[in-house]
């Protein structure tokens, strides 16, 4: 029998059926192909604005709060109340963008349906809420950084605690969690400097690593990792690489960029071959790294405060006006 | 029958009049699309039958028996002529906001233009609680002009807009007295009808608990934004409204009673149409020039008999129940004998560099016929706009003050009461309020002066470490000031009307006098790190009798004088007010009358 391919099969097939390997290759580059396109597009960017430049209370309605892009950066949408001095969000990822949250001056907001209808779920007593947190394994848990102590919510947001101990009344303006345990951590402010605070029982009992090198010197806002360095956005470089992998981590780069005002936020699109980096400025809008540039994403004039980007298994519809 | 029930009736009756004063036919001239239909111009034109109605109506609206003010009490002011008066005058200005708008229904001036201001008000809220304090005023003040279509666009504005709720004690009592008198309103109506998806019955339950806490707060350890020429102005129509409209006669009597305390701090320290004294934010253009404060337009209208400073909120003030009780006139004109008035306050909220949320403000306030000098410790207790210390003269020309400032400005500063970051604030402020970061500026409080008072002398020191933004202190001269002066290198001698200061710069590396030609004051700036100087107030009287001998008792007064931080113990601790800290009852004493603002006890004695 032969085992040849037949003859009549186009040069390409035949290659590949003498080459069984590279076969495969092209049947996954193929797949990958097919597949980019929907895992880009179902990155949903969600960018807080806390105001616009020259803002001063009472002075005329602004356009801030919670904008959300669908198609990476390309069109924003607003969503949520509009007069709003919106400081950063998180979702209930497990809820693919249900259920949405703001942290903001006037409190927390929450959202049950996509960003379509709004409630603030705390009252008088919570102000100057800089940051929200999902605990994503335990989704009712809220835990929120503000200017005048640590909050928390056991039933994702219905009722709010400001639970004794060191963090009660401290301002405290950045939460996270880590993925895979139950660590909270929490920066706030001492009479001279940021102290880290950490948790590792539900924010029942507090720990701290005392102050928090990272800001001593250099009034640093946010970072996220590139391959083997940290891009950091802080007030003295602007944005500069370093190098991963000692500590102190040591300057790399110094970013060249066109935009005149601070970066403030950073997040990143995944699934590109190259990075592509969103950097929120405070004044300028929104940038974007892509094709070894920066442009223009949007949002003018806004002072962005935070950038989100969350990956929902069900891709959601593109089709919103530009909000430039 | 229950008096407060009685009023209200009788002020259904008033606005029935003055509904018929201002045209009956204007209830049916509401557009019902607003785009296409604006009413016409409608204007009526006053009879004189009509304003004898107004007058009527005013006068018996006021006449003290049928007052919610439940004490015996003589409330003598202000009268109906000068409400309508103020009312005419609000009316005649053409500038978009609520307050000229009902003041023109109400007075039938320009009515169709009024109309058409509402709509484009309603259609395009801006100025978050700015805006819904005014609003709220008038849909209350002027319920009776409005239809069931414009009660639906008032409706909407609080489905859909979202005001920012601010971040300062006024915006807190601004939002959250809207809220509560629209939830009450509104009443059942579910989270969706409303802008941040609360039902009617948590808004209005979270607004009563805030009111409630603030008042509260107030009384027992002292206002955060205290004393302030300016935005005390903003307290008042949202009390007041509150006062004539909440239907919990409890909360309405707490918000007259708190009116009352609030005129009543500002009485204590009032001289001739100026706040004196220290204060928590005072503006760019008052600080140098008092008498041109928002707050005088209240003096002037609850106890000057006048309507020669009319701000738009008295439009409001001129419609409400509310009178000025006659001992809070008296306390204001009481300066026969000098007096020392002290007060004890708090700080703006202190969100970093401090481990205490609020500190503790003293101040004093010595009150004569010709002057008041009147001072707080120094230090940071507010950002941007505090106002450490002044001497304020009863002359009537412009600028009538004299003081000094260390021009500080910085992100820690701005750090401590903001929750931004700090550098980023400092970056866009400087940007925003071109003032606050100028070597020139005439406001602000700075961590490097301290400040001591003893009745009429005051020692001020300024330890400024070297690399500060700015190493010198200015003092402030009105242009009118003559000066007399032995030594003008060590002594300064300014008088200004009937009064005079001795300042004594103790130590200092050198002086500079700068002089503007084309603005109304002088600037002695005195240079160095380690600054002292002392300063001593008399009348021009002295200069008759013998200055020498005047300045050297003064000098002796000045050596006794201990440095050490000044504490006063009360809230309010002086001939007129007298409270003690955390009891909540503000006793008012003048001339033989008492009154008693019991807050616990909820009832006035």
Known sequence: MNDRPPKDKNSTNSLLYRFAPLRLCVTLWGILCTLLPTLTTAQTIYTVVLGNQNYVVGSSTLRSGLFVSYDSAKSWKHIGPENLKAYSMDAVDSSEGRILYIAAGNGVHRSTDYGKSWEV?????????????????????????????????????DTWENPEGPLKERYCYEISNGSSSNLIS??????????????????????????????????????????????????????????????????????????????????????????????????????????????????????????????????????????? | MNMRIKEMMLWEVGNFFLMGCVRRDMMHHVPTDTSHHIPANTSPRHTSNQRWIIILFLTALFTPHLSAQPVEEEFTGPSPEQREKALEHIAKDNRRNFHFVLAKLRMGKDTALAWRQLDSLLTEPTQDMFWTYPATAFYFYGGDLLSDEWRAKFRHVWKTWTPYRGDTENHFLMYYETLYLMAQEWPDLPGSEWFNGKSSEENFREAEEYLNHWIDETVRYGQTEWDSPRYFYFYIAPLLTLYDFAEDTTMAKRCGMMVEYL?????????????CGAHSRDGDGSVINPRNAEARSYSEFYWENSSDFILPDLA???????????????????????????????????????????????????????YALGSMQGGLQQPIQQHTWDITFASDKPNNTIYALHPYA?????????????????????????????????????????????????????????????????????????????????????????????????????????????????????????????????????MNEGFSPWLRKEEAKRAKIDTASPTNPDLFNGPHLKSTYESGVLEMTCGGKKRVLDFVEGRIR
């Open chain 2, 263 to 275: 005129i009543a701090d500002y009485a204590a320290e009032y001289l001739a149409g100026n706040y």
């Open chain 1, 121 to 157: 779920v705390t009252d008088w007593r919570m102000t100057e809420v800089m940051d929200v947190l999902v605990d994503q394994r335990s989704p009712n848990y809220i835990y929120t950084a503000t200017a005048f102590g640590f909050w928390m919510s056991r039933d994702g947001g």
């Open chain 2, 316 to 370: 409001f003030a001129a419609m409400s129940k509310f009178r000025c009780p006659d001992i809070i006139r008296d306390i204001a004109h009481d300066r026969a004998t000098p007096y020392t008035h002290y007060e004890r306050k708090r700080s703006r909220a202190k969100m970093r560099y401090s481990e205490e949320r609020y500190t503790d403000v003293y101040k004093t306030t010595y009150m004569t016929k010709d």
């Open chain 1, 186 to 324: 929490v920066l706030c402010s001492s009479s001279t400097d940021s102290l880290m605070y950490y948790s590792t029982d539900t924010a029942k009992t507090w720990k701290s690593t005392g102050r928090w090198k990272a800001k001593e010197n250099q009034h640093y806002y946010d970072f996220i990792n590139v391959g083997n360095r940290v891009l950091i956005a802080s007030y003295e470089e602007r944005l500069s690489y370093y190098k991963k992998g000692s500590s102190p981590h040591f300057l790399d780069t110094v970013v060249a960029y066109p935009f005149s005002k601070p970066v403030h936020a950073l997040d990143i699109l995944r699934y590109y071959v190259n990075p592509r980096i969103l950097a929120g400025t405070f004044g300028d809008g929104l940038y974007i790294w892509s094709d070894n540039k920066w442009s223009f994403a949007g949002l003018s004039n806004s002072q962005v405060w935070d950038i989100v980007v969350k990956i929902y298994s069900v891709p959601v519809e593109v089709g919103h006006e530009h909000e430039n």
């Open chain 2, 410 to 542: 910085s992100a820690y500063e701005l750090g401590m009461f903001f929750p931004e970051e700090p550098e980023l604030m400092e970056e866009g402020i400087l940007n925003s309020k071109a003032s606050y970061g100028s070597e020139d500026k005439w406001i602000g409080g700075s961590p490097y002066e301290t400040i001591v008072q003893k009745e009429n002398i005051l020692v001020a020191t300024y330890t400024i470490p070297p690399g500060t933004r700015f190493g010198h202190v200015d003092f402030f001269f009105p242009a009118s000031t003559e000066f007399m002066a032995e030594n003008a290198e060590h002594w300064i001698v300014a008088i200004v009307g009937n009064g005079m200061a001795s300042i004594h710069l103790e130590q200092r590396d050198s002086i500079t006098w700068i002089e503007y030609p084309d603005k109304p004051y002088k600037r002695l700036r005195l240079w160095g790190n380690n600054i002292r100087y002392s300063v001593a107030v008399g009348n021009r009287e002295v």
